[in-house]
């Protein structure tokens, strides 16, 4: 074999390879991030709902106070908190991220020109502005009235933090307050109806909307939907051309079941790896006391991604191994065939041979015996008298 040919098998085997790993790879991902109902699933496994609504109030009163602005109540209150979530059950936070997940997707396939969803929160949030209207007007009737006028000043501020009514301030009026701010400014949801053209990539209202900035989108996931089938061709024209360009069928067909072999190793190993390795960023990232409920539920949610993933990739990796092992095993028994010829030789051997061990025959040619006349038991015959001379002739 030429070095030219050589090399030229050496660099299909690696592009062999390296479309082999990307068929397992480009499959894996799209029966995971490419299907909105196991994207949906995996969101309501990680228990991600559970804990918006008090990540939802704790950026609220982190917002508030980085703007130095005061909120009607602490929305750090366990009433108030036990208010938000009867207000949004995690139920009504699911269908709405379904919602939302469900056009998305939608418009990434072609279907809708732009992401046709509106999710309306505006009656929960007026239900959560009563609950804590209610509770403020509860609280406030079972306070004393203050005894000073500086004592009533300073308690104003927050009824829940107070500890004296101010004479002018009645229960009714106090939670009359709590709720009407909550209703119409932005302490708590600022925007309850969200829509595609009011989700913003920077929060600058005069940004166009995201499914405008990223418009490339919907021709990049349709182009992903199609790579699992483009490399599973190209990977059966490389082994095709491996075996033909090959000088011998049977070393290409070996070099192919030894790229399989490689790939088939690589991706299980590449399993037990990727399980190891966010296993110890999860255990990391819930052992962290400074890290929320929900970037926990967000960990777990890539975690049953990343597992979701890999457990095809693992599924890839045996088949390209019992791939190998077939290939390997009929040429292990093609080779056992080949090495015994079959005996149909009259003599016992094959056809092959045949033509050598005749010819060694030939060397050995038996000798012919002279018949002579003498007869058994009789006399022998009478010598033959020579012939006579020619006398020698004169030269004149």
């Keep these: 074999m030429s070095r030219v040919r050589k090399g030229f098998i050496y660099l299909l085997s690696l592009f062999l390879l390296a479309t082999l790993l990307s068929t397992a790879v480009s499959t894996s991902g799209t029966q995971t991030l490419g299907k909105p109902k196991k994207v949906e699933q995996y969101l309501s496994e990680s228990k991600l709902y559970d804990h918006f609504i008090a990540y939802t109030a704790d950026q609220a009163e982190k917002t508030n106070g980085d703007t130095g602005q005061s909120t009607s109540v602490s929305l750090s209150d366990t009433a108030v908190r036990e208010a938000a979530h009867s207000a949004f059950p995690p139920q009504l936070i699911e269908q709405s991220v379904n919602k939302f997940i469900d056009s998305n997707y939608a418009w990434l396939e072609g279907k809708t020109a732009t992401p046709e969803f509106r999710i309306d929160l505006s009656s929960q949030k007026q239900t959560f502005a009563q609950k804590v209207g209610d509770y403020v007007k509860m609280y406030t009737a079972g306070l004393p009235v203050c005894a000073s006028a500086e004592a009533a000043v300073q308690q104003a501020e927050d009824p829940l933090a107070a500890t004296c009514r101010p004479p002018a301030l009645t229960p009714e009026a106090a939670g009359a307050q709590v709720t009407q701010r909550l209703s119409t400014t932005g302490d708590f949801l600022s925007n309850p109806i969200v829509t595609a053209n009011s989700i913003n990539p920077e929060a600058n209202p005069q940004n166009e909307p995201y499914y405008q900035k990223f418009s490339h989108l919907p021709k990049l996931y349709r182009v992903g939907q199609l790579l699992p089938y483009v490399f599973a061709v190209l990977s059966l024209l490389l082994a095709l051309a491996i075996i033909f360009i090959s000088p011998e069928r049977r070393r290409g067909v070996r070099r192919v079941g030894i790229v399989l072999l490689i790939a088939g190793i690589g991706l299980v190993v590449l399993k037990f790896v990727a399980d190891l390795a966010f296993r110890r960023v999860e255990n990391r990232v819930f052992n962290d006391a400074n890290v929320g409920q929900l970037q926990q539920s967000l960990t777990d949610f890539a975690h049953r991604l990343e597992s979701a993933m890999v457990r095809i990739d693992l599924w890839f990796g045996l088949a390209f191994l019992l791939l190998a092992a077939v290939i390997f ?13 079959e005996d149909t030789s009259p003599g016992g051997q094959s056809e092959e041979f045949a033509p050598i061990i005749l010819s060694r025959k030939r060397l050995k040619r038996p000798v012919r015996s002279i018949p ?11 010598p033959l008298a020579p012939k006579p001379k020619k006398p020698p002739r004169l030269i004149q």
């Design 372 to 382: 002579t006349r003498q007869k058994l038991g009789g006399e022998p015959p009478a």
């Design 329 to 341: 095993g009929v040429l292990a028994a093609t080779r056992q065939k080949d090495s015994k010829p």
